[in-house]
């Protein structure tokens, strides 16, 4: 079976449901060599999406779909600007039932900028992702600054919703 990680926005579970619709199971995961940063430039300047750099020491964790159906994965292509804002690439997820080959989006080159820092709405996204992660790796992303109280629009530019989990 084809499998997604998800280590961003699409941690929340509703939000993969609303996207591609329903999953076998998800399960929590781990990226080993990997770290998470706030550094996917949005379309709206100083606000950024999650993305994934290699880091020999880094652990990055996040939630493994496992799809019904490979298509599935085409349907996120979308949400995820596949392939000039993400590109995807299949790396090895670390579970409690072994390791497993699952799809990820990395940040497209030349698409990142320092300092940025993602919305509210977003990051509240990835909290959401609270079962497959640990409690300190919770308190972590918790802890991330963010920008709060953003208009409709500008929520709409980014991809989200007060509104709607998608």
Do not use: C
């Amino acid at each position: 079976m084809p499998y997604y990680f998800a280590y961003g926005s699409n941690m929340d579970a509703a939000r993969v449901a609303a996207r591609i619709g329903a999953t076998r199971r998800a399960l929590a995961g781990v990226l080993h060599g990997y770290r998470l940063a706030f550094d996917k430039a949005s379309r709206v300047p100083g606000i950024a999406h999650a993305n994934v750099v290699a880091a020999p020491e880094g652990r990055v964790e996040g939630a493994l779909f496992e799809l019904l159906a490979p298509t599935q994965i085409e349907a996120m292509d979308p949400f995820e600007g596949y392939p000039h804002e993400y590109q995807r690439r299949r790396l090895p997820i670390h579970t409690l039932e072994g390791p497993r080959e699952a799809w990820v989006y990395l940040a497209a080159p030349g698409t990142t900028a320092e300092r940025l820092r993602p919305a509210r709405e977003y990051l509240e996204h990835l909290l959401a992702g609270e079962p497959f992660l640990s409690r300190d790796y919770h308190a972590e992303l918790a802890r991330v600054e963010a920008v709060a109280d953003l208009d409709e629009v500008t929520l709409g530019q980014l991809g989200l919703s007060r509104h709607s989990p998608r």
